[in-house]
């Protein structure tokens, strides 16, 4: 029962995190969860209260939608009060030379820091960013996840297929764009020893501010004409976390961030959990925005992604 709470618990955060502000649950399903959550309280197992992760709309007239149970979590998700206190960002100068020398300090710089050192479990890698130091587009993601902590490389997971398929539908290629986080370590979730972390969490402010001059040094590098912000963590990161409460507010909308355009669009693992037409064409407009800005051909057949189904 506590792993299942715990469970839901996290994927509503996530939810929360993504830009999603109701769910539909019926009166049984809330009494439930109170009933479950007042059994936990009791038994001093801390927890943030899964019923108050997204406010609950109470039913209408319609039928509720219910959702698979997620994978049950071996620890609760750490709230960010928990996480250890990191030193001030640090200071980054990119010496003189040629983009590729640049490139290579700035990885040495990452891979010696002691606080993405520490952050890091054993066995996994820091990850920076990947390709093309002189495209015009820069891909901007939150944090590694299970794969890229593995592979020492972003998005090369589930959501990281999927950013490929729409990178190659706009007429560009993998290796011809670049792609990073904003993160350089995948932020941990308490693990019992010996056990791989299921899960993922968003970073904190504090571990998004301290990896910032970082992702500053890459843009310097790449200079990219356009960053496209995937996730609500990368806008925040990006843009400041006062700027917008759901992520809807602000997608397919220029924003900038030291001077360079940016162009807000959900992550891809949005449309692994919502497999709607209407939701992948969302992306894929935001996208139509990128390819306009950066002069590239548009067919009509691209312009008609999407479309053909609600």
């Known amino acids: ?33 109170r009933a479950l959550a007042g059994v936990m309280s009791g038994s001093g197992a801390p927890m943030e209260s899964a019923a108050s992760a997204l406010p609950v709309s109470p039913p209408s007239d319609r039928p509720v939608r219910t959702a698979a149970v997620p994978r049950p979590q071996p620890a609760p998700v750490a709230p960010a009060k928990t996480q250890p206190k990191l030193p ?27 606080v993405c050192k520490k952050s890091v479990r054993p066995t996994k890698q820091i990850v920076v960013g990947v390709g093309d130091l002189a495209s ?9 996840g299970a794969e890229e902590e ?82 609500a963590s990368a806008a925040k990161g990006l843009l400041g976390a006062d700027r917008f409460k759901a992520l809807g507010e602000i997608r397919g909308q220029w924003q900038e961030f030291s001077g360079t355009p940016v162009m807000v669009t959900y992550h891809p693992s949005y449309i692994l959990r919502n497999q709607s037409h209407r939701s ?31």
């Open 1 to 33: 029962m506590r792993a299942t709470l715990l469970a839901l618990n996290e994927e509503l955060i996530r939810l929360k995190a993504s830009g999603v502000e109701n769910v539909n649950v019926s009166d049984e399903s809330i009494r439930t969860l």
């Open 88 to 114: 001030a960002p640090p200071e980054v100068k990119l010496p003189s030379g040629s983009k590729q020398e640049q490139w290579d300090a700035l990885v040495k710089l990452v891979q010696d820091d002691p």
């Open 136 to 144: 015009d587009v820069f891909f901007c993601g939150e944090a590694p």
């Open 150 to 231: 593995v592979e020492g490389e972003p998005f090369v997971g589930p959501a990281g297929l999927l950013l490929d398929k729409m990178i190659a539908a706009t007429g560009l290629t993998r290796e011809s764009i670049f792609i990073g986080n904003l993160m350089n370590w995948r932020p941990q979730i308490p693990t019992p020893d010996g056990q791989e972390q299921l899960g993922n969490r968003p970073p904190t402010a504090e571990e998004m501010a301290y990896c910032l001059p970082y992702l500053k040094a890459q843009l310097e590098i790449v200079k990219p004409k356009v960053i496209v912000a995937l996730g």
């Open 280 to 310: 992948k064409r969302a992306i894929w407009e935001d996208l139509l925005l990128v390819m306009e800005k950066l002069e590239l051909p548009i067919s009509d057949k691209q312009r008609g992604y999407f479309l053909s189904r609600a």
